[in-house]
């Protein structure tokens, strides 16, 4: 009799294959037939998940984004009652390639970041999530007691990811080390909510 | 008699055509049949250029590289006799997508910043013009006399360009706009090198 496989557990099994062809080839190398083989399972059943090329990209970003949420949660304390340094930082340092996890997820982020200066329907995907991270931040910059007030903080919380965003292509192409990477956004959060 | 073209205007012709094509679609979608017919020549006439589509993305770089370079030659009193502050933002500005021409230039841009993520030889290439740039923007820091000495003036330098990076991309992908990109590249100035 055939094993049973936990529909759950496949499905996790194919999105981690996803982020790893994503993060050695790109993204315009992932097809069925190479996510199949890197997740050891037939064609057949990655088709079973996507009908389309396009459905797999946007389970790619999906499950990126329940990955950071799911690792979030277990920072809530922080995040909800800490400072708002605190806050802000327990969320940023989810989004820079500073383990292996993280470098998968990134890698991902950076191709739809590419691929969302060209798509617009990719491109409005992207903004939602990235409208809730920017006005969480907004706030914190605006509740936060900084020795020289922030004028635009909306402005400033753009930059912040901005910054992030960059700093994750410049660590992923090997254009500075994650150690500095981090450095620099410790920096930047020194100038906007003191040390 | 078939008229004669000078090859620089060819060249142009097609390294113009390239940069739409990327703009357009994406690398990914870069063929030799797409740019010959942007260009309005035959495909044979863009295979005398390249041989392959590595050479031909190569030459889509240097040719943005170029165009940067030509522009700044027009800034130089500006950049070599101008303030440390004056000097970093004449250089940064021209890598922010606030026109047309920069538009294009940064759609090549952001695709080989995510194409460098999964190809070390791209990375390398990006990697010199920016340790070139950092350089500079490295030693403006140090030379400047800001309220509030920078501590690690490389790690800024840094952080400046992964910024503007990250800018491009929001720009592009319409998270931000292109005045909010400028706010925010002269609000970290102002951070650097004082109002």
Same mark, same amino acid.
């Given at each position: 009799?055939?094993?049973?496989? @936990?529909?759950? /557990?496949?499905?996790?099994?194919?999105?981690q294959?996803?982020?790893?062809?994503?993060a050695?080839?790109?993204?315009?190398?992932? *097809?069925?037939?190479?996510?199949?083989?890197e997740?050891?399972?037939?064609?057949? !059943?990655? !088709?079973?998940?996507?009908?389309?090329? @396009?459905?797999?990209?946007r389970?790619?970003l999906?499950?990126?984004?329940?990955q950071?949420?799911?690792?979030?949660?277990?920072?809530? @304390?922080?995040?909800e009652?800490?400072?708002?340094?605190?806050?802000?930082?327990?969320?940023?340092?989810?989004?820079?390639?500073? @383990?292996?996890?993280r470098?998968? /997820?990134?890698?991902?982020?950076?191709?739809?970041?590419a691929?969302?200066?060209? *798509?617009?329907?990719?491109?409005? *995907?992207?903004?939602?999530?990235?409208?809730?991270?920017?006005?969480?931040?907004?706030?914190?910059?605006?509740? *936060?007691?900084?020795?020289?007030?922030?004028?635009?903080?909306?402005?400033?919380?753009?930059?912040?990811?901005?910054?992030?965003?960059?700093?994750?292509?410049?660590?992923?192409a090997?254009?500075?080390?994650?150690?500095?990477?981090?450095?620099?956004?410790? $920096?930047?959060? $020194?100038?906007?909510?003191?040390?």
């Amino acid at each position: 009799m055939p094993k049973k496989v @936990d529909p759950g /557990e496949r499905r996790r099994q194919i999105a981690q294959a996803l982020h790893r062809v994503t993060a050695a080839r790109g993204l315009d190398e992932v *097809s069925v037939r190479h996510v199949a083989a890197e997740a050891g399972v037939s064609a057949g !059943q990655v !088709q079973h998940w996507f009908r389309t090329k @396009d459905q797999m990209l946007r389970f790619a970003l999906d499950t990126v984004s329940e990955q950071v949420e799911a690792r979030l949660g277990r920072h809530m @304390d922080e995040i909800e009652h800490g400072t708002p340094r605190q806050a802000v930082r327990a969320l940023l340092i989810e989004l820079l390639p500073l @383990d292996d996890e993280r470098r998968l /997820e990134a890698h991902v982020a950076v191709a739809f970041g590419a691929r969302a200066a060209v *798509s617009p329907e990719i491109a409005r *995907s992207v903004r939602e999530g990235m409208d809730q991270l920017r006005g969480f931040i907004a706030e914190r910059i605006r509740a *936060s007691g900084a020795r020289e007030p922030v004028d635009h903080p909306e402005r400033a919380a753009a930059a912040l990811t901005a910054l992030v965003d960059g700093l994750a292509v410049h660590t992923l192409a090997e254009q500075c080390t994650p150690e500095d990477a981090e450095a620099a956004l410790d $920096d930047q959060l $020194d100038t906007l909510f003191g040390p």
